[in-house]
């Protein structure tokens, strides 16, 4: 099975400060995800990379950026957290079924800023 | 622009009773359509799939039903168990785009 790893399961910041979420996956999954969950909205797409040094926007870009310097991992940056990024966030790697695209889900980072 | 609506956010259901999910769809070019399961705490997990080409897929106590014409999808759960609690996101995608676009999730709650 594919094991998605997020680095952390709950972090505190402060607003302001940059702040660094990491994903690494064990598959050699060229496409990688980043989400956040808040309620009532579902998953929401920030970021996404199908490959090395490869990204694109999803959604909800604004205040993120990311990083994908080796295949394995995938990391997500907020260069000035705010109260409004506190959130669930979800990293996910894509995977191929014979009938479908899948994706596996790391366990989440609950992140708080205040 | 909303491409997958679950209109529910909430369901509450009897044990052993059955549970329907609903999903709404607007884009006639999804492929496939999964069903996630997510647990407080942790990241969403699949659960069923059906392809475009078919209107039921069935995998133990977990039925979808697929009706293209409305555009509509279900989940049926028989019988409900208080550990099927949860929310479940629908999540129609393409073999075009390899993209997954996930529904607000609807949270289910089975009780004793």
């Known amino acids: 099975d594919v094991k998605v790893t997020q680095s952390s399961r709950y972090l505190v910041k402060r607003t302001g400060e940059k702040v660094f979420l990491e994903c690494v996956q064990d598959m050699d999954h060229e496409n990688m995800f980043w989400y956040r969950q808040d309620p009532g909205l579902g998953l929401r797409l920030i970021y996404f990379s199908y490959d090395v040094k490869m990204k694109e926007k999803g959604d909800i870009p604004e205040g993120y950026s990311v990083s994908r310097e080796k295949k394995e991992r995938f990391s997500l940056i907020l260069e000035s957290a705010s109260t409004n990024q506190t959130s669930m966030y979800l990293c996910a790697s894509r995977y191929r079924d014979r009938r479908f695209y899948g994706y596996t889900f790391g366990s989440g980072t609950r992140l708080t800023v205040v | 622009d909303q491409q997958v609506k679950q209109n529910s956010p909430s369901l509450s259901v009897q044990e052993g009773r059955i549970s329907i999910l609903n999903c709404d769809y607007t884009n006639s070019m999804f492929d496939y359509f999964l069903w996630y399961k997510k647990y407080p705490a942790e990241g969403p997990t699949f659960l069923i799939s059906?392809?475009?080409?078919?209107d039921k897929n069935e995998d133990g106590r977990f039925t979808v039903f697929l009706n293209k014409s409305a555009k509509h999808l279900s989940l049926h759960i028989v019988p409900s168990q208080p550990g099927d609690s949860a929310v479940y996101f629908c999540?129609?995608?393409?073999?075009?785009?390899?993209?997954?676009?996930f529904g607000q999730g609807t949270t289910l709650q089975v009780k004793p």
């Open positions: 999540a129609p995608g393409s073999g075009n785009t390899g993209k997954l676009i």
């Open positions: 059906i392809s475009s080409i078919k």
